[in-house]
């Protein structure tokens, strides 16, 4: 029961590099979204997908970009990372209304 | 503007006692309520939900009150035990929205044997 997988679990970027955070979930859930959790703060949301297809932007996306290719796969990128970017990233997806969000584990990603 | 608001950092309570954790919301909109706890190291996990036309939903020791004149709903935990310790998020969300849910900043309970 894998449920949502996130990749990788652990990352140190220098300030300017870029890259991908996947998010894979394997119980055909209609959306994805990517939060970020910062210290002593609740969730706060990134990016979120309503199908395969389609992205929307949340409450702080800038400095991210996403893709749904896929249903199953929901992509979070950092093009140019900076050290405000320093944070734990949740991807969670959720079935149909009235129905809870599954997260993944997290990936805590440093800045330098 | 903090929409969901958990006013308590911390709580530590006795084994066997009751917890209660709380949260204030804004928003008059929201019309679903989630309780979600989260182990270090570990994704959050749903424990209860409630929906804004009920006052009260129970599953086993846990227990959610709506207040919806007062905007509040809490968390009540009975009878606690050390495994409960954890942080707990509050979150809200209107279910026509995509269903995204705003959360509060958590309240980290401590569960003393």
């Known amino acids: 029961n894998a449920g949502v997988t996130q990749t990788p679990k652990f990352r140190v970027l220098k300030t300017g590099q870029s890259m991908t955070l996947l998010c894979a979930q394997d119980?055909?859930?209609?959306?994805m979204y990517w939060y970020r959790q910062d210290p002593g703060m609740g969730l706060r949301l990134i990016h979120y997908s309503v199908g395969e297809g389609t992205t929307a932007k949340g409450e702080v996306p800038d400095g991210y970009n996403v893709s749904r290719l896929k249903k199953q796969n929901f992509l979070l990128g950092l093009e140019s990372a900076a050290p405000s970017q320093t944070s734990v990233y949740f991807c969670?997806?959720?079935?149909?209304?009235?129905?809870?969000?599954?997260f993944g584990d997290g990936t805590r990603l440093s800045i330098l | 503007d903090q929409q969901v608001k958990q006013n308590s950092p911390s709580l530590s309570v006795q084994e066997g006692r009751i917890s209660i954790l709380n949260c204030d919301y804004t928003?008059?909109?929201?019309?679903?309520f989630l309780w979600y706890k989260k182990y270090p190291a570990e994704g959050p996990t749903f424990l209860i939900s409630i929906s804004s036309i009920k006052d009260k939903n129970e599953d086993g020791r846990f227990t959610v009150f709506l207040n919806k004149s007062a905007k509040h709903l809490s968390l009540h935990i009975v009878p606690s035990q050390p495994g409960d310790s954890a942080v707990y998020f509050c979150?809200?969300?209107?279910?026509?929205?995509?269903?995204?849910?705003?959360f509060g900043d958590g309240t980290t309970l401590t569960v003393k044997p």
């Open positions: 119980m055909n859930h209609e959306y």
């Open positions: 979150a809200a969300r209107v279910d026509t929205n995509a269903g995204k849910s705003t």
């Open positions: 928003n008059s909109m929201f019309d679903y």
């Open positions: 969670a997806s959720r079935d149909q209304v009235n129905q809870p969000q599954h």
